[in-house]
Each structure stands twice: as structure tokens, then as C-alpha cells.
């Protein structure tokens, strides 16, 4: 399966950040995967923001769940994040990947490649 994430290189602050994951070579509503959100700030460590199960079922990061909908396009195979009232603290790289849990360990088998996203003015 692959993943490829899209969506603004640069937002500005109290903006709506909106990214898009499509997937290929697999269905994102079969088998039992997680299809999640990641980020990695400048300098930190990576951070699970949230995902949606192959039900539709979604699952958020308490730190940021109400401001990271995520939903998605069953005809296109694709999945979205939208984080709102965005900072120059949500800037870094975002990822989408697949796993096999919504809790740590997780157990990614497959990621996109990441998206740099800025936060500025």
C-alpha cells in the first residue's frame, strides 16, 4: 500500500490547516487498519495526532482533538485532517501512515513520505 500526503506548504496563523492522505494498493475500509495522522515538530520527537478506523470509527490525541477533525472520501480512498486555529507551533512535517492500533505501540507498516507545513505570517 502507499500514501501520499497533500495539501498547503505555508498557513497563516488562526487558519484552518487542511491535509489530505490518498491511499493505493489498498482500501482504507477493509481489513482491521487505523488509518492515522502524525506530526514531528522542528527538533521533537514524532507526535500522534489521531485516526480513522477502517468502520469510520475516529480516535484523537487528547491534546488536540478538538481541533483535528479527521474524515474521509471513501470513493477517492482518501482520508483528511483538518487542524483549526493553527499556531507557529503546528509547524513541522505531517504525516499519514497505516497501522494496525490506535494505541501505542501502534504498529505503522506504511507511511507517506510527509508534507512540511509552516505556520507564518
Known amino acids: 500500500v502507499q500514501l501520499q500526503e497533500s495539501g498547503p506548504g505555508l498557513v497563516k496563523p488562526a487558519q484552518t490547516l487542511s491535509l489530505t492522505c490518498t491511499v493505493s494498493?489498498?482500501?482504507?475500509?477493509?481489513?482491521?487498519?487505523?488509518w492515522s495522522w502524525i506530526r514531528q515538530p522542528p527538533g521533537k520527537g514524532l507526535e500522534w495526532m489521531g485516526a480513522?478506523?477502517?468502520?469510520?470509527?475516529?480516535y484523537y490525541s487528547p491534546s488536540l482533538k478538538s481541533r483535528t477533525p479527521i474524515s474521509r472520501d471513501t470513493s477517492n480512498n482518501q482520508f483528511t485532517l483538518q487542524l483549526s486555529s493553527v499556531t507557529p507551533e503546528d509547524t513541522g512535517v505531517y504525516y499519514c501512515?497505516?497501522?494496525?492500533?490506535?494505541?501505542?505501540?501502534?504498529?505503522?507498516?506504511?507511511w507517506g513520505q510527509g508534507t512540511q507545513v509552516t505556520v507564518s505570517s
Open positions: 501512515a497505516r497501522a494496525a492500533s490506535y494505541v501505542p505501540p501502534y504498529e505503522y507498516d506504511s
Open positions: 480513522i478506523a477502517y468502520s469510520g470509527a475516529t
Open positions: 494498493g489498498g482500501s482504507i475500509t477493509r481489513d482491521f487498519y487505523y
